[in-house]
């Protein structure tokens, strides 16, 4: 399974192509890494953007998070029918894909690139780097999954080159089955990632002060 475009292409047309992108942390030029950041279901570019006002970290960091059309990247479940999902699911994925694509042209390459995301924005994220196997800095999955109403492996394929992920989830969240998150671990370590998972014994549907704790590792390592 390869994404809809390869390349950016200026002409896709989809919900999502042509909506602002927050920005944060220090300029391109003076950037150690870059980090692309995917709100959640109802959310904003801004208020993920804000989510690096926790952070404790040496270095610097320059902060791009897409917003989505109508504040949704895609109308239903993420366990629904891909097809059911689209145009906004494909349309999510080019809006990150040129972002990098972006990034690599102001010379900050894959490997200084981190991915985060919240909710429907982890799910996105994640969908993302499993289809586009490379070596990234880190995903990082904050209560999220691979999408689609079944996941199958095989049709994902490449190498993650020990990519550092962080997937983090309450064991109980309504929105989110532990089961996928499971699932989702095994087929990016099946790519090649290094994935450390975390599932939160009753944990509501948020940003715990433990996955900040494992964000600020990550970064910091």
Known sequence: MSLFRVEKDTNFSGPHQGTPTAEGG???????????MIHGRGATAQSIVGLSSEFEIQQKLAYRA????????????FMEPIEKNEP?????????HDLIVELEEAEIPKNKIYLLGFSQGACLASEYVARHPAKYAGLIALSGGLIGDSVNPDQYEG???GTPVFMGCSDVDPHIPKERVNTSEEVLSGLGAQVTKKLYPGMGHLVNQD????????INS
């Not at 220090?26 to 692309?36: F, G, K, Y």
């Not at 996955?211 to 990550?218: C, F, G, P, R, T």
Request: no cysteine; hydrophobic share 35%.
């Open 26 to 36: 220090v300029s391109l030029n003076e950037a150690d890494a870059a980090m692309i």
């Open 159 to 161: 190498d993650l080159k």
């Open 88 to 96: 906004g699911l494909s349309s999510g994925l080019q809006r990150i």
């Open 211 to 218: 996955e900040i704790d494992h964000i600020n590792s990550m």
């Open 66 to 77: 897409p917003q989505a059309n109508s504040n949704t990247w895609y109308p239903y479940s």
